[in-house]
Each structure stands twice: as C-alpha cells, then as structure tokens.
C-alpha cells in the first residue's frame, strides 16, 4: 500500500511539470516589449530604438555626424553618430580612428622608401624598412575593415603629412636622419595614445583587432625610432602637450 502511494504521488508531480512550464513561457513571452525579439533587437518600424549598450552613453561621440550616409554597408543605429552595422556599432572615433591608421600608411610609407635613399644612418634606414613593412599590412587591413563597416576612408595624407614628406625630400644625410627621426616620433607618440583610447571604449570586434594591429605596429615603430638615438627631448615634450591636453 506504502509502495502504491509514493508510485501515485510521483505520477501527480510529473502530470503538473508540463502545466508549470506552460505557465513559465507566457510570463517571459508577456514581459517582452512590443517590436522585439529576444536578445533586444529592433524590429522595423522601432526606429530611434538604438540597440541595447550600442549607443556612447558619456555624450563622447558628436551629435550629428551623418554616420548613416558614410558607407553603404552601414545603417543608422543611434543618435549619437554611432553607426549600426552587420558587424557591431561602429562609432564616430571609430571611424576616425580607420581614417587615421589610413592616413598614417599614406605618408609613412613613402617616408620608409625616403629613408632608403636619403639617410646616412643605417638605425634610420632600418626604422625606414620597418615603416614600410608595417603600413604596408596595416594597410590591407583597414582597407578590409573600412569595407565591411562602411567607412569612408582617404586616398590622401593630410596637407601637414605631406609636407612633412616634402621636408625629408629635400633633406640628405644627416640632416634628413634628424627630421625623419623626429617627425615620426611625435607622430607615432601621439597616435599611440589614440589606440588606447580607442581600444578602451570601442563596442565593435573588427576595431578591437584593428587596435590591436595598430598597437603592435606602432609599438614596433616607437621603438626602431628611438633606436636611432636622434629623438630630441622637445619632440617628447611635444607628444606630451598634445596627449595631456
Ligand atoms: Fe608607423
């Protein structure tokens, strides 16, 4: 008798299991919001609902950007110049960040092809061939990464790039190894800071790769300049301005 009254209470509790997970699946169904889905994503029609997390909440990035005309792959995702993509929010220090890394590859490489035939010294010649080597990968790859998140990048150095260019093409010997040595410095001292920036407070994993690229690289670039032993102090004093202020 004791046997049958345990076997009959087991067949009650597993007659209600089903009834209890009926219940569960309309309470989380009915605390959904209307226009999504699990996980928080917008449906259309929800616009000006930016994904969960997506938008800078610190008012960083700039109101008006038009992200959403920037690139074709891309789709306006927040008010705050951050754009939606199929590969995560890109914001707009993202995307100068690619501009950046870009322009950076535009004039240190033919900086690097300069040292080649203009140094006298052979760290500066060497700091050269790392620029080149470098750039030239990091170069395919914001290519790639500006294509797949829609950013437009240039074709162009800035104007100050290239007269920096300029300066080291009528510069020989010496004279050139300076300049090179110091031009470069300042210029890799101030980027670098950037990528930490922009590595700390990027939400999208192709810019985290690209962070990490770039870091590696001008890591590498710092120190072969450096190893030239021609950075004066007043170029660190000038890195040291312009990232503190
Ligand atoms: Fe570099």
Redesign the pocket.
């Known amino acids: 008798m004791r046997t049958a009254a345990i076997a009959l209470a087991i067949v009650a509790v597993l007659a209600l299991i089903p009834v209890l997970i009926n219940l569960q699946t309309t309470s989380s169904q009915a605390n959904q919001e209307p226009g999504t889905v699990a996980g928080g994503l917008p449906q259309a029609g929800d616009q000006g609902t930016a994904p969960q997390g997506s938008a800078p909440q610190d008012g960083s990035a700039p109101q008006q950007g038009g992200a959403a005309q920037e690139g074709g792959a891309a789709q306006d995702g927040s008010a705050q110049g951050a754009t939606s993509t199929s590969a995560g929010t890109v914001t707009e220090v993202d995307k100068k960040f690619l501009v950046a890394v870009r322009q ?1 590859g535009l004039w ?1 490489i033919p900086a690097g092809r300069l040292a080649q035939t203009n140094a006298s010294s052979e760290a500066v010649k060497r700091a050269g061939h790392h ?1 080149i080597d ?2 030239s990968k990091l170069d395919q790859l914001v290519r790639e990464d500006a294509k797949i998140l829609g950013v437009q990048i240039p074709d162009e150095a800035t104007e100050e790039q290239q007269g920096w260019v300029a300066q080291m093409k009528a510069a020989k010997g010496a004279e050139f190894d300076k300049i090179f040595a110091n031009l470069l410095r300042a210029s ?1 001292g101030k980027i670098f800071a950037t990528i930490g920036e922009v590595r700390g407070s990027t939400q999208n994993d192709l810019i985290r790769r690209h962070a990490r690229q770039a870091n590696q ?2 890591m590498d ?1 710092l120190e072969v300049l450096e190893d030239t032993g021609l950075v004066d102090a007043k170029t660190f004093a000038e890195v040291e301005e312009a990232v503190t202020k």
């Open positions: 950076a240190e620029l470098g750039h890799h690289t001008v670039h």
